[in-house]
């Protein structure tokens, strides 16, 4: 009797069916007889056919055509059992997006971070030079002039910003102009700044506010003999009346056995102007001041003192090393600078040329010859770190062509004879020095800084350097002052200077009682146009 069993299993059976031609190729129904209908085989020929909501779609849809199971319905179940359900998806990075979507993202980028992005990569410059952005900036910070006429009442714009300004520029334009233009501005500032002069000193008055405002730092780069270079910018800085005095801390300073030289630059934020402290990261420019050998620093360097932890070499012009003693390693590093064309330097110079001094152009020097020079000044700073000893401006210098001896001037500043201009030294004579675990103070070391100014108060000769004060083997003859002779000595190319101290024991003090100035003939010369 038929009750119907046979019409209701149809369909699973001939799902059964399909799922066995899926599982196994064709002709394997040759190699074995056919498997019994089971739900486990089901479930094992085709996973997740068993499912009771896909099974019943699936049953519906072959139900409607029981005699006969079409090819597409066939390779429909393939794919949807063979082929994985989770496809790889191809790795995208943001320099696979189109160029119309990079170039909407610069646009909301500032300054700073579009000029780092052009770096990236030659198809980030290209869309980061692109005029559209950079004239928009540009007009942002600089609007246009407008000129009124007064006859006509009208307002004119000297700058267009419409498509002419656009197409007819070369890629790039305005992002230079907009640089160009920046750099002018912050150029302007600094001069206004440091065009007031210091009558005792001959120097800008306002050279901490210029170097704030041009946004300016210092760096210095060791290189070892491999070619790697290290790089320290962690500084401090002490501003003086006539200098100014950076020095570097770190606790990971290269191997000093394997260094070769040390370079000093002046660092200037390319957009200096911009708000905030000026990024690490972004677009700087450098302009080398000095350079230095450091092979056989202990050999080829004067030593000028030491403390418990640290040895001090001094290196010309105005560099100190400061080693630690029992490893032989670099504790900090300490360069004076003076302020004569301080900026210039630091600014105007390459990364591999430093700035060239505009040449002197002689001055006709119409006194007689037997006169000598007359009418000098000289202002004398000394200092060690945070303490000031000595800061004095001496009038009226001279030297006659009597005093010319050995290829130098003699212009002296204070006498053994003249007891009067004797000057005391304030507080302990000593150089501080701090690192970030440690600080000390090494006795008897200072800095010294020179200015000597000429008969027409222009600035003839100057030095910020490291010098220490060296016990005499000569015991004082002075009537006045009975105690220990120190001496002091500088020297370049250009002239010495010679002080002699004595250390009053009563007093704990030093005073100064003698001073002697020494200029080469060859600068005095080259200074004049004479022939000394």
């Excluded at 009771?52 to 949807?80: D, H, M, Q, V, W």
């Excluded at 003192?305 to 105005?318: C, H, K, R, T």
């Excluded at 200092?383 to 062509?401: A, D, I, M, P, Q």
Aim: glycine share 8%; charged share 20%; aromatic share 10%.
């Amino acid at each position: 009797m038929a009750t119907g069993h046979g019409r209701a299993l149809w369909p699973y059976g001939r799902g059964a069916a399909l799922a066995a031609d899926v599982a196994a190729p064709p002709g394997a129904a040759e190699a074995g007889p056919p498997r019994p209908f089971t739900p486990a085989a089901v479930a094992a020929a085709a996973p997740g056919l068993g499912r009771a909501t896909g099974l019943k779609n699936r049953s519906r849809s072959f139900a409607t055509r029981p005699g006969k199971c079409s090819e597409t319905g066939t390779a429909g179940i393939k794919s949807l059992y063979l082929t994985p359900s989770i496809k790889p998806r191809p790795n995208l990075c943001i320099e696979s997006m189109p160029s119309e979507m990079l170039m909407k993202i610069f646009s909301y980028l500032d300054v700073v971070s579009l000029l780092s992005v052009g770096c990236v990569n030659k198809h980030f410059y290209h869309l980061a030079n692109d005029n559209g952005i950079w004239l928009k900036i540009y007009s942002s910070c600089f609007p246009p002039k407008r000129t009124i006429w007064k006859m006509k009442s009208e307002q004119t714009e000297t700058v267009s910003l419409g498509c002419a300004a656009l197409h007819d520029r070369e890629p790039g334009y305005w992002k230079k102009e907009y640089i160009f233009k920046q750099i002018a501005a912050v150029k302007s500032r600094v001069m206004r700044l440091v065009k007031p002069v210091d009558l005792y000193t001959g120097l800008p008055r306002r050279n901490r506010e210029a170097i704030k405002a041009s946004g300016l730092s210092w760096i210095i780069v060791l290189k070892d003999k491999n070619g790697k270079e290290h790089v320290m910018e962690k500084t401090n800085i002490s501003f003086k009346d006539t200098s100014v005095t950076i020095r570097w801390c770190s606790t990971n300073w290269p191997c000093l056995d394997i260094l070769s030289t040390l370079k000093l630059f002046g660092v200037t934020p390319l957009l200096p102007d911009q708000s905030g402290a000026p990024s690490k990261n972004g677009p700087r420019r450098h302009s080398l001041i000095a350079e230095y050998h450091c092979a056989n620093l202990t050999e080829n360097s004067i030593a000028v003192g030491a403390d418990n932890l640290v040895q001090l070499f001094s290196l010309n012009p105005g560099l100190l090393v400061g080693l630690w003693k029992e490893k032989n390693e670099i504790a900090f590093v300490m360069a004076s600078l003076h302020y004569h064309q301080l900026i210039e330097r630091s600014t105007l110079g390459s990364a591999t040329v430093q700035y060239a001094l505009p040449p002197n152009k002689p001055v006709l020097d119409d006194v007689d010859p037997e006169y000598g020079l007359h009418d000098y000044s000289l202002h004398l700073d000394m200092h060690g770190g945070s303490c000031t000893y000595l800061c004095g401006t001496f009038k009226n210098l001279f030297c006659r062509k009597g005093d010319i001896a050995n290829g130098y001037f003699r212009l002296t500043v204070v006498s053994l004879k003249d007891n009067t201009k004797h000057l005391p030294l304030i507080g302990t004579v000593g150089l501080s020095w701090e690192t970030d675990v440690f600080k000390g103070n090494v006795k008897d070391c200072y800095v010294m800084d020179v200015t000597l100014l000429d008969e027409t108060e222009k600035l003839f000769w100057c030095f910020s350097a490291p010098v220490y004060m060296k016990l005499s083997s000569e015991a004082s003859s002075l009537y006045d002052y009975m105690g220990h002779i120190y001496t002091t000595d500088y020297a370049d190319s250009e002239g010495k200077v010679c002080v002699e101290l004595v250390w009053l024991e009563k007093n704990k003090e030093y005073i100064i009682v003698n001073l002697v100035l020494y200029i080469s003939t060859k600068k005095v010369n080259n200074w004049y146009g004479t022939n000394y």
